[in-house]
């Protein structure tokens, strides 16, 4: 089962009133649990394999707005102030500023950045993707520590924009 594929049932669950689902595919098993309190729980573990670690979703609260303003950004870059433009995760993983332990990271705060540049990547299911800038501008800040587990939509990087 492709990761696409697996936050797209998370995201039908959490939508729905689906308390539990599990799905086996192969050697893949999966097992998505929702409470009724609104939090979510999320399984997958591959059969043969070693068991992978539980992920709990949050509950976001939303803050009433005025009328939302268009905007031409993608989904991974939203604005953040007026100051910068913040770049979230697109998955669930772990976080790395370089590509081994022994190499330089991507970027620094204060770097010039081109959209499409490489500033981390995400380890998700042991599949490391590279999180690109969706802009140009300069490095403001690192919202991640590395090496450290990322949630869904969290903050990354802050840029401004050039």
Same mark, same amino acid.
């Given at each position: 089962m492709e990761y696409k594929q697996i936050q797209e049932l998370i995201k039908t669950i959490n939508k729905s009133n689906i308390s539990e689902l599990s799905i086996e595919?192969?050697?893949?098993? !999966?097992? !998505?649990?929702?409470?009724?309190?609104?939090? #979510?729980?999320?399984?997958?573990?591959?059969?043969?394999? #070693?068991?992978?670690?539980?992920?709990?979703?949050?509950?976001?609260?939303v803050a009433p707005a005025a009328a939302p303003?268009?905007?031409?950004e993608k989904p991974a870059a939203a604005p953040a102030s007026a100051t910068g433009i913040t770049i979230k995760s697109p998955m669930i993983g772990t976080f790395y500023r370089s590509p081994s332990p022994d190499k330089p990271v991507f970027v620094n705060i204060g770097d010039?950045?081109?959209?499409?540049?490489?500033?981390?990547?995400i380890e998700a299911m042991k599949l490391?993707?590279?999180i690109e800038a969706e802009v140009?501008?300069?490095?403001?800040?690192?919202?991640?520590?590395?090496?450290?587990?990322?949630?869904?939509?969290?903050?990354l990087f802050l840029i401004e924009p050039m």
């Open positions: 595919e192969g050697d893949f098993k !999966i097992t !998505i649990k929702q409470e009724f309190t609104g939090q #979510a729980q999320y399984i997958a573990t591959p059969m043969p394999a #070693a068991p992978m670690p539980v992920y709990q979703a949050q509950p976001q609260q303003a268009p905007t031409t010039e950045i081109k959209a499409g540049q490489v500033l981390c990547i490391f993707n590279e140009s501008g300069r490095l403001i800040k690192v919202m991640a520590d590395d090496s450290t587990p990322v949630e869904y939509d969290q903050p």
